[in-house]
């Protein structure tokens, strides 16, 4: 398992940005070393701080599985970071990471905390018809992460996983909780790491 791409990108306006007006979605290759900080990656940014600002959502992997997969079906080519991703994997299965799974990537350590959902902004910079409801079905979200311990990363370095919490659900499984899981929501509020955000879906989730 290795990162084949470290991505970042700045905001530029976009009339399909929804209420910000800008984004900074297209992420293109960074060169050399990258800095990873506690609210993401050296000289990457996030226009719509109030949903993409926290920091369990400091940086976002996909897997260039996953991409070649969506190129198959979309039938066009998507370049690592056109997800938005900072991190584009090769050979790790993110759909079944662990929520509370870490990671040394270089000199930093990253722990799993969230599915990526699908917004507005993303439906926008894809141009896909129904692009929410088949990625959501598609059931290919990548992984959020949060920063355990601040260092550096590059394209070609190696993905330790350190820890697999074994009380925890994977990624796919958070991915359904979020949808309307109520098993699986009641077994990520179970693991003691969830995370607040997970308290706050639940009220919504577990009222339904």
Partial sequence: ???????????????????????????????????????????????????????????????????????????????????????????????GALIGERWRVGTAVLEVTAPRVPCATFRGWMGEKGWVKRFTQAGRPGAYFRVIEEGELGAGDAIEVLDRPAASVTIGEAFAAYHGDQDALRRLLAYQGHGEKWDKIAERVLKS
């Fill in 1 to 95: 398992m290795r990162i084949i791409s470290v991505n970042v990108g700045r905001a530029v306006p976009a009339e399909w940005a929804g209420d910000v007006g800008r984004t900074a979605i297209d992420k293109k290759a960074a060169g050399g070393r990258v800095a990873v900080h506690g609210n993401g990656l050296e000289g990457d940014e996030r226009a719509d701080v109030a949903h993409h600002g926290h920091p369990d959502q400091a940086v976002y992997a996909y897997a260039r599985e996953d991409h070649d997969w969506w190129q198959a079906q979309l039938g066009r080519d998507l370049h690592d970071g056109a997800f938005g991703e900072n991190l584009t994997t090769s050979g790790a299965d993110l759909t």
